[in-house]
């Protein structure tokens, strides 16, 4: 026979005592509760773990305590202290929304939905999340693991990805969702998921909401939710240009926006031959060696790198290599360049240990 559900005001009240004696209550976040610091600390959340995210938290309000101080920050600030967290666009639309808000809405968080959700990067759980946790108002949220607490609890099928899927867990949220405590309560949801309703293991005998989880009474919790259905992920391909001159390396501001947008990178070509064809033409050097590829991954393709590096000699300049968004960069003695995308810092990080390539003029006879 199917276990009845209780009362919306009866799973709020058990997630919420269990929140009590069990749930996270030291994130920087959290203290204070302002909206400014809930907003940053939700944008960097997507996707991220807490543990990774407590660190570059703590950084980025050292230098950007508040909102006026991140309206007024150029991107490359904003891109360098983000640097290593992924998914720069989050940071971009973080930096533009702080000017829309100095603009339109006088440095204060709009404190209603709709204006919220007008802002670059928010959608309607990060607002809700927002609005819940600073101002204690109700609204419900649906992150990831939110989508999976609830997915199991009553036992949704199909993959929450899909809007009508979507739409029976937003419908499911607002109902569970209390009138009073609602800042712990999203706290609390959030911490269920994260902590107890893994992935993958989940503690189900230790869940304050066990009583009526059709999940666990199926005996097959793994089994919600259900995945995104399988799909090949296309591979693009590039060619990085690594043009080190002694201790220093060229590196170039990408246009924004775009891959990488805003961030320092070498000079990418679409292959090897039209890297070595751009050498010949920018400093009328032919050679060089190419390193191993390696792909790195982002949600909707991977993007197979194949590095090559190239000796420039200390008298071959061009005044092409030059410019605003054009830097020599010194790999031991410069600070850390800001806004490097990850496979950039792994070659970074290795190039003090690579031998050389002689390289020669070309042949213009």
């Known amino acids: 026979m199917p276990i009845e559900d209780a009362l919306p005001e009866a799973f709020a009240a058990r997630l919420l005592a269990w929140y009590d004696r069990h749930g ?43 909102v006026q101080a991140l ?94 899927v979507a739409r029976r867990l937003w419908s499911l949220a607002e109902a569970l969702t209390p009138r009073q405590r609602v800042a ?14 893994t992935r993958s293991r989940p503690g189900c005998t230790a869940c304050p909401v066990q009583e009526d989880c ?34 220093e390396v060229l590196l170039e501001r990408r246009p924004s926006p775009g891959l990488w947008g805003g961030l320092w990178c070498f000079p990418q070509q679409p292959d090897p031959a039209a890297a070595r064809a751009w050498l010949a033409a920018h400093l009328g050097l ?7 590829p390696f792909r790195h991954s982002f949600t909707h393709f991977r993007l197979e ?14 005044r092409t290599m030059e410019g605003r968004d054009r830097v020599w960069y010194n790999v031991r003695s410069s600070p850390a360049m800001r806004g490097v995308p990850a496979p950039v810092r792994r070659l970074l990080d290795s190039l003090e240990t690579l031998p050389g390539e002689s390289m020669v003029p070309e042949d213009r006879r």
């Open 214 to 247: 059709r999940a666990r009474a199926s005996g097959d919790p793994l089994r919600w939710p259900q995945p995104r259905p399988r799909r090949v992920l296309p591979v693009r391909k590039t060619c990085f240009v690594l043009l080190r001159r002694g201790e």
């Open 71 to 164: 309206a007024a920050a150029s991107e490359d600030e904003v891109l360098g202290l983000w640097s290593g967290l992924g998914y720069y666009a989050r940071a971009r639309n973080l930096h533009r929304a702080a000017r829309r808000i100095q603009e339109v809405h006088g440095g204060e968080m709009p404190r209603a939905l709709e204006p919220l959700m007008a802002l670059p990067g928010i959608g309607r759980s990060t607002a809700g999340a927002i609005l819940a946790q600073a101002f204690d108002a109700r609204h419900p949220i649906l992150d990831g693991n939110v989508k999976r607490v609830l997915a199991r609890h009553r036992a949704i099928d199909g993959w929450p990805g899909e809007a009508q």
């Open 24 to 66: 996270r209550h030291d994130l920087p976040w959290q203290h204070p509760r302002d909206p400014y610091r809930i907003w940053v600390a939700e944008i960097m959340l997507q996707q991220t773990r807490v543990e990774t995210v407590i660190p570059y938290f703590e950084r980025f309000l050292a230098r950007f305590p508040d």
């Open 184 to 197: 712990d309560y999203t706290q609390a949801i959030m911490d269920l998921g994260a902590t107890l309703c």
């Open 305 to 318: 790198i194949t590095p090559l590096l190239c000796e420039v000699p200390e008298n071959r300049r061009s």
């Open 286 to 292: 032919v050679g060089g060696r190419m390193l191993p």
